[in-house]
């Protein structure tokens, strides 16, 4: 009886059929694409879109393994985009070869023994100190200390801008901007973390999207590290450009790259996901209480889920802007950085990987087409409105029909959440004997 059950459980494993029905009607989709906007234009949509699937699995981690909803992916697509350019655009001469570097290091010194200080005061209570006493020492020192170190920066960055320009970069291959990217995005998140896991869900949403707009205004204010609004390009790619192999082939090469990254990504997860801690995570997000009477360490498991997403966001951030070639911190917006990115994970089905990277993909084809296809609708309809009833064509076409997307992507969202809550590609919890 119980070999029965179990064959009939492991027979639809033997093939797919709904995944590759989806996959299949995907790969007709491109081809369509293909046929209609050309090779080069529909090669640079399916490198984006490559990109945003690993922002896509960072997210999915997140939010379909441990039931966390992070609203501030923007922020860490922009750190990885910082780091992108930091490493890769060549150096500054005019700052290195001033006495501006020592100048910034000094400062910077002085920030880290503002924080020791401030670190040291909040463990004055170890010493005999009353509590609130103590609190009171540390809030008004971080208060003093932070007026004063942010004067002294104030000072230096200026001079920064009046000579150099800006700090300038490291001129390090590209891919060592996306392994940092990566880095500084775990980095920021595991203190954003410890900070804010312990908040209930729609909580830890509010606080995520705040970080990001903090994130995003530091490099847009900060003209001294990252020349602000005035953006910095081309940044180089980590493959054969456009000027070596033209535009299709050097394209090509950098989807054959992001190709790589997400099938290394993907094949890491799922060995995860199998694995006895990818039970526990689940175990987890299903019941927390269960899970923390077995004496399983939710707070630390939480925070590595946390991390591990972010990284990933920030590895996608970093190719995106490479590829893009500019880095501009205010081309990062919450509805093309965060929402889309959410758009796929929920189409593709939370916790599925194989589920985001479609939904990743069939998502941002929609999220560009629907543009080109909104504007020929428009024609037509001008076409017929002039021609029939002898009406006067709108003057702004273009940018309704750019508007458009707004629409699309809202209609997906409000369609897959009636028709197909868990995602077209459900996730598979496996059943263990």
């Known amino acids: 009886m119980t070999t029965s059950k179990t064959t009939d459980r492991t027979a639809p494993r033997r093939l797919p059929l709904r995944e590759l029905i989806l996959f299949g009607a995907l790969f007709v989709a491109i081809l369509g694409v293909y046929a209609v906007m050309g090779p080069a234009y529909s090669t640079r949509m399916l490198v984006e879109a490559a990109c945003y699937a690993i922002i896509a699995l960072g997210l999915t981690i997140q939010w379909g393994y441990a039931g966390q909803f992070n609203a501030g992916v923007m922020g860490f697509v922009a750190l990885g985009g910082f780091c992108a350019m930091f490493f890769g655009i060549p150096v500054n001469e005019a700052f290195w070869d001033s006495q501006l570097p020592g100048e910034l290091g000094r400062v910077l010194?002085?920030?880290?023994?503002a924080v020791l200080l401030v670190w040291g005061a909040t463990k004055l209570d170890r010493l005999g100190v009353p509590k609130r006493l103590r609190t009171i020492i540390a809030v008004v020192l971080a208060v003093v200390l932070y007026l004063v170190v942010i004067s002294l920066l104030r000072e230096v960055t200026g001079e920064i801008r009046s000579q150099a320009g800006?700090?300038?970069?490291?001129?390090?291959?590209?891919?060592?901007?996306?392994?940092?990217?990566?880095a500084l995005a775990g980095f920021i998140g595991y203190y954003i973390g410890h900070i804010c896991l312990g908040l209930r869900s729609d909580y830890l949403a509010i606080a995520t999207l705040g970080i990001a707009e903090i994130i995003k205004a530091f490099l847009k204010n900060s003209d001294w590290l990252t020349r602000?609004?005035?953006?910095?390009?081309?940044?180089?790619?980590?493959?054969?450009?456009?000027?070596d192999l033209g535009f299709v082939l050097a394209r090509a090469?950098?989807?054959?790259?992001?190709?790589?990254?997400?099938?290394?990504?993907?094949?890491?997860?799922?060995?995860?996901y199998h694995a006895p801690w990818g039970r526990m995570i689940r175990a987890i997000r299903d019941n927390e209480v269960s899970?923390?009477?077995?004496?399983?360490d939710i707070n630390k498991r939480r925070l590595e889920i946390f991390v591990f997403g972010c990284i990933l966001m920030g590895i996608?951030?970093?190719a995106l802007t490479n590829f893009n070639s500019i880095f501009d911190p205010q081309g990062y917006l919450p509805l093309n950085h965060t929402f889309l990115v959410l758009v796929m994970v929920i189409l593709g089905g939370p916790g599925n990987n194989l589920g985001t990277i479609f939904g990743a993909v069939l998502v941002y084809i929609i999220w560009i087409m629907s543009e080109p296809l909104a504007l020929f609708l428009m024609n037509i309809a001008v076409y017929i409105g002039e021609g029939w009833f002898g009406w006067e064509p709108p003057s702004n076409?273009?940018?309704?029909?750019?508007?458009?997307?707004?629409?699309?992507?809202?209609?997906?969202?409000?369609?897959?959440?009636?028709?197909?809550?868990?995602?077209?590609?459900?996730?598979?919890?496996?059943?263990h004997h």
Not at 166 to 182: C, D, E, V
């Open 109 to 113: 010194l002085y920030l880290v023994g």
């Open 166 to 182: 800006f700090i300038g970069g490291l001129g390090l291959p590209s891919w060592i901007g996306w392994i940092a990217g990566g």
């Open 228 to 243: 602000g609004t005035a953006t910095v390009s081309p940044l180089p790619w980590p493959t054969p450009g456009p000027s």
């Open 253 to 272: 090469v950098y989807l054959s790259l992001t190709a790589v990254v997400i099938a290394g990504i993907f094949f890491l997860l799922h060995r995860a």
């Open 291 to 296: 899970s923390a009477a077995m004496g399983k």
């Open 316 to 318: 996608g951030g970093a």
């Open 397 to 431: 076409i273009s940018s309704r029909a750019l508007q458009a997307r707004v629409f699309v992507i809202g209609l997906l969202i409000s369609l897959v959440l009636r028709y197909a809550p868990r995602g077209l590609m459900p996730e598979k919890v496996p059943h």
